[in-house]
C-alpha cells in the first residue's frame, strides 16, 4: 500500500484562485515527519516545509499554508491567490520512527496555473 | 555557493556503454542519497549512504553500483546501459539528527537519455 497518497495528478486553475493539494499518509508510528517539496519546470528539487507529528498546529508563510490533521492523515497544501511561478509538480513525503533515514514520497500533483 | 551539485548536468549515451555521475555535498551532511525519477515524475529511492556505509539498497539492477569515498561525496556508476535506465537521477543529503529527523535536501539532477 502506498505511505503517502497525492490523489490528484494534475490541477489547473486560473491566476489568483486558491487551490488545495491534498496529501494523505499512513504510518503505524507515533512519531514521524511530513514534508513538501516543489519541483518547478526547471526540475530541481525545492524543500518547502517540514513538520511533525506533535505538531498539529497549520503553518502559513506568505501565500502557503499547510493544514496538518491527524484525525484524518493529511497534510494538504494551501495556495492563495495563485501565480503562474506556482506552476510546478509539487511533492509530500513522510518519514517514520521506524526508519528516518528513509523518506516515502508520493506521486506528485502537477499544478498548472494559467495567466 | 551550492550545497548539493552532481555532475553532469545532461548526459546521453549508447546502450552497453558504462558512465558514472558524481555528486557532492558541503553542507556538513552525513547520509546522502540517489533517486531516479522517471517519465512520470515518480522518485523512487535507490540507495543511501551514511558516513561511508550503505544504509539502504532498494530492488536496483546490479548494474548500478555507488560508491562513497567520504561523507561529501557519493557517486553512481551505471554499467551495461540500458534504454530503461533513462530518466533523472537525484542526489540528496541530510543531516542525521539523533532525536529525530532533518530534510534531504536535493541536488539539481542529472538527465540521463540512453539512445
Known amino acids: 500500500a502506498q505511505k503517502v497518497t497525492q490523489a490528484q495528478t494534475e490541477i489547473s486553475v486560473v491566476e489568483k484562485e486558491d487551490v488545495t493539494l491534498d496529501c494523505v499518509y499512513e504510518t503505524r508510528d507515533t512519531t514521524y515527519y511530513l514534508f513538501w517539496y516543489k519541483q518547478p519546470p526547471s526540475g530541481e528539487l525545492v524543500f518547502l516545509i517540514r513538520?511533525?507529528?506533535?505538531?498539529?498546529q497549520n503553518e502559513i508563510s506568505g501565500r502557503y499554508s499547510w493544514n496538518f490533521q491527524k484525525s484524518t492523515s493529511s497534510f494538504n497544501f494551501t495556495i492563495t491567490a495563485s501565480q503562474v511561478v506556482d506552476s510546478a509538480v509539487y511533492f509530500c513525503a513522510l518519514s517514520e520512527e521506524g526508519n528516518f533515514n528513509k523518506f516515502y514520497f508520493g506521486s506528485g500533483t502537477k499544478l498548472n496555473v494559467k495567466p | 555557493d551550492t550545497a548539493v551539485s552532481q555532475t553532469p548536468k545532461y548526459l546521453v549515451t549508447q546502450m552497453g556503454n558504462d558512465k558514472s555521475i558524481k555528486c557532492e555535498q558541503n553542507?556538513?551532511?552525513?547520509?546522502m542519497y540517489w533517486y531516479k525519477q522517471d517519465s512520470k515524475k515518480f522518485l523512487k529511492i535507490m540507495f543511501s549512504?551514511?558516513?561511508?556505509?550503505?544504509?539502504i539498497n532498494e530492488t536496483v539492477p546490479n548494474r548500478f553500483s555507488p560508491k562513497s569515498p567520504d561523507k561529501a561525496h557519493l557517486n553512481l556508476h551505471i554499467n551495461s546501459l540500458e534504454l530503461g535506465d533513462s530518466a533523472v537521477y537525484f542526489c540528496a543529503s541530510r543531516k542525521t539528527a539523533g532525536a529525530g529527523t532533518d530534510t534531504q535536501y536535493f541536488g539539481p539532477g542529472t538527465r540521463l537519455t540512453v539512445l
Open positions: 549512504y551514511n558516513n561511508k556505509e550503505l544504509i
Open positions: 513538520r511533525n507529528s506533535f505538531d498539529e
Open positions: 553542507l556538513g551532511h552525513d547520509t
